[in-house]
């Protein structure tokens, strides 16, 4: 029997429903959660997502602002602008828009945003904060994955749980979250790319968690009967025909289609849930930037 469809669509939807309920009672407080996204120079694929997060925020009642910085802006201005938007009472929220200029240091802008208005989650205090099971401001993706998961209603308590990935933003966090609980959590083995038999893990999960960014690398024979597919990748790859020959568009290139890492059309045969993509953690993602804005939000007001 084939796999049930985790969809991030519905989620979203509800947890959007709930965003607005919170966002007029800050109002009523005198307080609008107000986003700003800076951008460092001009980044062709940056531009989608900044639509997107715009887009999203107005649709529940968030200000969205882009400020736009030259690509001549140096490390030290761009500093200073970020402590300009910390100390804005106006602004609620600060999300960095990657990747900077080459001759700037991402990780030190990053650090500069005040915890309180880092939406993005990425602050080593926000981070720290992981580590006491405390999920105020967590990184987007991750806080998606985690809540797609318990959407589900699958007990956790106990389970084998394999995280393929150990990037700052997705497998690291995404552990901490998944050990939040002291009695109901289950038990996680973070793989990367130094685990040496990838598969001798995976093939005893309950549940996995996958985000490299290699198509296809989680394949049918790699897990157990019922498992548990979360698929946090996100690849570009070439459509083919019958024979495998690539399809063109009507410019003559190439066509391609979003995958995830994981070969969906094996593995669905065998899994019990399985995340597509794209239509899974996707609208999820920005939906947790959103939840994240507003829990900045109420951070400023409770300090009113």
């Known amino acids: 029997m084939a796999a049930t469809l985790l969809q991030g669509d519905k989620l979203a939807s509800q947890i959007k ?25 001009e980044n062709a694929a940056s531009r989608v997502y900044i639509r997107q997060q715009q887009k999203a925020c107005e649709e529940i009642g968030i200000a969205y602002e882009l400020k736009e910085l030259p690509d001549s802006t140096t490390q030290d201005e761009v500093l200073s602008f970020i402590e300009q938007l910390n100390q804005d009472q106006a602004v609620t929220g600060i999300i960095l828009m990657m990747p900077l200029p080459k001759d700037l240091d991402a990780r030190e802008v990053q650090m500069k945003i005040s ?42 308590k106990g389970k084998e749980v394999v995280v393929v990935g150990h990037s700052e933003i997705v497998g690291k966090p995404l552990a901490l979250m998944l050990l939040s609980s002291q009695m109901d959590s289950p ?56 024979s495998g020959n690539p399809v ?51 951070r400023i007001a409770a300090r009113k």
Not at 128 to 148: D, K, S, W
Not at 267 to 289: D, H, N, Q, R
Request: include cysteine; hydrophobic fraction near 40%; glycine fraction near 10%.
């Open 17 to 41: 429903d709930a965003l607005r309920k919170d966002i007029e009672d800050l109002k009523a407080k005198g307080v609008r959660p107000h986003l700003v996204a800076v951008q460092v120079g």
């Open 115 to 156: 915890p309180d208005k880092d939406v993005e989650g990425m602050h080593p205090a926000n981070m720290g904060r992981l580590i006491y099971g405390e999920m105020g401001l967590a990184p987007c993706t991750a806080h998606a994955a985690v809540e797609l998961l318990k959407s589900t209603g699958v007990e956790l």
């Open 187 to 242: 038990t996680p083995t973070v793989c990367h790319i130094a685990t040496r038999d990838l598969t001798s893990h995976t093939k005893r999960a309950d549940i996995v968690f996958v985000a490299v960014g290699k198509p296809g690398l989680i394949k049918a024979d790699m897990v157990k009967d019922g498992v548990v597919v979360i698929d946090i990748g996100i690849n570009r790859v070439p459509v083919t025909d019958a």
């Open 248 to 298: 063109l568009n009507e410019k003559g290139k190439p066509k391609k289609k979003t995958v995830g890492d994981v070969d969906f059309e094996t593995v669905k045969e065998k899994a019990s849930v399985i995340t597509p993509v794209p239509g899974g953690v996707g609208p999820m993602t920005t939906t947790m930037l959103l939840y994240n804005t507003v829990e900045s939000a109420k």
